[in-house]
């Protein structure tokens, strides 16, 4: 009976003191990394790191992560937290990382083939950690064929070795109101097969003296606009109705009327470019006015038009947006509307103004944007 008291009460013990000891964390994969589970712990090697700026965001770290297994995922860290993690980041670092948010990927410039993203937090852990191989660089570069077939989604950056046989001499631009460098390529692979390419920024270290090999990290696919209508597919709107899968397309059809019920404008942020809200004052001090003392005004009105359309097989509707309402009217929305309360007095009454109604019974070659939502949830705009 003493034996069989020795035994149980060796093993509370040892139970006790299973509880008390802390357990150790295994690592998972990048691979496996997904919202539906919260506790996280990754071994990773920094293989691209870049400071990025935004209107919206400020400035924040961007970083392409990779584990020895070659997984691959985006992180990001937001601008309150960039001073906490800054020192302790560096490209080629391998690091531990723990406890940290994880978000769909959903942009159009996604830096891996990952679902999702991670996101740090203010208790986010990072923690150095034996060093990753150096030619660990999750390096996948894509056939030439495939760019050229558009086989590849062009949301997702790909990487491209090649050899350059023709360079354009540099090219002073202006994009969104600064001057930049623009320089274009021509590539060759080992198939012979050749690919267009334009280098944007700082271009001055591209030489036409010798023939280079071309290592095109996180590079962006875009169709040419002249090539546009060559690539892409043009359809019916009884076929586009049919359409089962997100896709471009382009569409021949008449404007038969604008539903002007949901409004053909709205009130943006000049800032943020989001859409603001009309709201009662909630002091004598708050008067409703949206400019400040200097009368700067802080938004505008743009364009947001529901047309109705038809072809010889059907009819449907097409939402359109400020720019590319600015093609079809040639005049910005606020000379249509004139001040803040003229148009909400147009709006209150929903009755077109004469430039839209210039518009209907016209024909227009649409390029549009089949989403998810027209097939799955059958949104008819």
Known sequence: MCSTYSIQSAYKEEKQQEKHTPKIMSINDVVDVNPFKTMWKIKVKIIRLWKQYSTAGGETIEMVLCDLKGGKIHASVKKELVAQFDP?????????????????????????????????????????????????????????????????????LVDIISQIIEISHIEHVTVNGKETEKISLELRNSDDERLPMVLWGEAK??????????????????????????????????????????????????IAAIDS?????????????????SVIPTSTNDDGNEEDDLKHTYYCVKYKL???????????????????????????????T????????????????????????????????????????????
């Open 205 to 254: 270290h591209v030489r036409a003296e010798h023939l280079t090999v071309l290592v095109l990290r996180f590079g962006k696919i875009k169709v040419w606009k002249d090539d546009f209508f060559i690539h892409t597919p043009r359809k019916t709107i009884a076929e586009i109705l049919e359409t089962k899968h997100v896709e471009k397309c382009i569409l021949l059809c008449t």
């Open 88 to 156: 302790f980041l560096r490209q080629g670092y391998s690091l531990m990382l723990r406890n940290f948010a994880v978000t769909h990927s959903c942009a159009s410039y996604r830096t891996t083939n990952h679902a999702y993203r991670i996101s740090f937090l203010s208790t986010t852990r990072v923690r150095s950690c034996e060093q990753l191989p150096e030619d660990l660089a999750g390096f996948k570069p894509v056939k030439y064929k495939d760019v050229l077939d558009e086989t590849p989604n062009p949301d997702y």
């Open 261 to 277: 019920d949901m409004g053909w404008f709205y009130l943006s942020c000049k800032v943020y470019s989001k859409k603001i809200l």
């Open 338 to 381: 004139g001040p803040s309360n003229k148009s909400e007095a147009i709006e209150e009454t929903n009755l077109l103004p004469t430039a839209l109604n210039n518009i209907i019974g016209k024909t227009f070659l649409f390029k549009i944007q089949i989403e998810r939502e027209n097939f799955v949830y059958k949104h008819e705009t």
């Open 306 to 336: 529901h047309l109705v359309v038809l072809d010889n097989t059907s009819n449907t509707k097409l939402l359109v947006f400020d720019n590319h309402a600015m093609q079809l009217f040639n005049q910005p929305c606020l000379q249509i």
